[in-house]
């Protein structure tokens, strides 16, 4: 991000002090700040945070009658989903039925971050999601629905309105007390007990781009 093009920006610098076309590298005058670690560190949800933001997504507001949620109640499904297959939002928002193999326990997607160049991405699901969709299919599935959106209201919003999807789920992260938590967070967390749990960094490296992860 910013730290890779400060980077290349001070090498081009330094490339134009040696042929003399500059007597001096200006990135080292702080013209742009010295971004600490601190600054540019990648927060990721622990297993404790994501249980605290999903006991939030299900509070209801008090004093009502109709016993209404506190958040829109498409929250829960797509912050499970998040959680267990490290989607990006945009592509939880865009997960249909028919990307699920219930058969082979599978997620199909094909991200639209990169989806000019990127092959189809196949995400095994653990028994707790496999478990959660069916239950959730129950309750949601419409054969009449085209194409079927696993969260219709969820991916009508986040076309239109992002970065109204964004604050949302930043306002529900602060009543949770993580303020520098977004939804990717919960990509971070994915890839974190991915390697936690042994399985090789190179299994989740992108097809398309050896030289970073699938889930970053």
Not at 189 to 215: C, E, H, K, Q, Y
């Amino acid at each position: 991000g910013i730290r890779q093009l400060q980077n290349a920006t001070s090498a081009f610098f330094n490339f134009c002090v040696g042929t003399d076309i500059l007597t001096r590298n200006p990135i080292n005058i702080q013209i742009l700040p010295n971004l600490t670690r601190e600054k540019i560190r990648r927060y990721h949800f622990t297993n404790e945070q994501y249980q605290r933001i999903l006991r939030e997504c299900d509070a209801l507001v008090p004093g009502t009658r109709t016993n209404r949620r506190r958040h829109n109640h498409y929250w829960k499904p797509a912050i499970t989903i998040g959680w267990h297959t490290g989607l990006r939002i945009s592509d939880v928002g865009n997960l249909i039925w028919s990307c699920i193999n219930w058969d082979e326990g599978t997620i199909t997607v094909r991200p639209i971050k990169k989806r000019r160049y990127a092959e189809e991405l196949i995400i095994p699901m653990d028994p707790d999601l496999d478990d959660y969709l069916l239950q959730y299919r129950k309750l949601n599935y419409n054969p009449r629905d085209i194409p079927g959106y696993l969260l219709p209201l969820f991916h009508g919003k986040y076309v239109h309105a992002p970065t109204a999807v964004d604050l949302e789920f930043r306002a529900i992260c602060d009543t949770c007390n993580l303020p520098n938590h977004s939804f990717h967070s919960l990509r971070h967390g994915f890839v974190t007990r991915l390697i936690n749990s042994g399985v090789d960094p190179i299994t989740i490296m992108d097809p398309a781009d050896p030289t970073r992860s699938l889930l970053m």
